[in-house]
């Protein structure tokens, strides 16, 4: 069934199974732009619907969409919605049946948010401060991350690598698959910087760290060799995806599902024990195994408005910048106010 109702990544394609008068015995997904995250979710979440009678207008009414997925969610139910009007039209004859609104039509706003948050944070990168950082990192935390669930992954990654247009639309997957990148050429990485709601866990599971502990850091030199690691599984990842056109491998990315999951209890022990490394050592998943990172940091490299932006000191950086033309620079600021 093809509705033309836009989930997360635009149209979905289904085929829904039903009886005679109208339960809904199952329903799978043909096709989709959809985060596989997302949709692993779904096989747990459509247990609430199967049984419902989807010939009746109020089938759903009373049944919660996802929390993180709810964009995905919210168009199955308007799929099997209009999916029970259309079978209701030609099985019984029922020629009141009317459309169910179209999803694609609404405006996801948390993108206009998104842009607003952008904007401020490279307007505040005029006054670094370390006690604005922090306010900062659990907002960036809070909205984007256990609110809303907006955040840039390897999902987006994989989407720019597969070149299909063929849904081309203004949905939240092609926007932040090209508008990131984008944002980051033009004003630096201020994304890993601030707005990633991981990394932003990330900084402050560190922060907990006692300062005395910085003895312990390993040197420039041996980041330097560390950090070349999320390059290679981004490179690992880019053949075999050129060899398979598999999305499914994103599901191993926390950047991708981990506030989904987190609400679950359902998060594996390797993404503990990133978060436990941070801990030890600042922003280690960031710095060293997140190929989304990797991706944007070579955007970060054409900085178009690099004389707009204030400069950074690669010789304060405790996150193994060595110097100024360096692709990991993630523009924290910290190098500006932080005390050696």
Known sequence: LDTGIEGYGGPIHLAVKTSSSGELIDFKILRSNETSGYLDQLEKWKKNLLGKNIFNDTAFHGVDGISGATITSCAIL??????GKKMAKCLLKNTKAESAPAMQKQI?????????YFFLIVYLRRYPSPFLRIP??????????FLLDFQYSLDHVLWLFSLDFNEFGLNRLMILSLGIPALVGLF????????CPFGALNELIGEIRPRSWKILDPGK?????????????????AIHFSLTHNRAMTSADPLTVFFIRITSFSIPMLW?????????YRRFWCRNICPSGAF????????????????TFPGKCDLGVRNSNE??????DRCRYEKK
């Not at 630096?188 to 707005?195: A, D, K, M, T």
């Not at 178009?304 to 932006?309: T, V």
């Open 188 to 195: 630096g990485n201020v994304y890993c910087g601030s707005l």
């Open 78 to 83: 308007n799929i099997l919605q209009e999916a």
């Open 272 to 280: 503990w024990l990133a978060l436990l490394l941070s801990f030890f």
């Open 327 to 332: 692709l990991d620079c993630i523009c924290c």
């Open 221 to 237: 030199n041996i980041w330097r060799w560390a950090r070349s690691m999320k390059y290679l599984i981004l490179f690992l990842i």
């Open 136 to 145: 900062v990192l659990f907002l960036t935390l809070f909205i984007w991350g």
């Open 108 to 116: 996801d706003k948390s993108l206009f948010l998104f842009l607003f």
């Open 296 to 311: 944007l940091a070579i955007f970060n490299g054409f900085h178009i408005f690099k004389k707009l932006i204030p400069p």
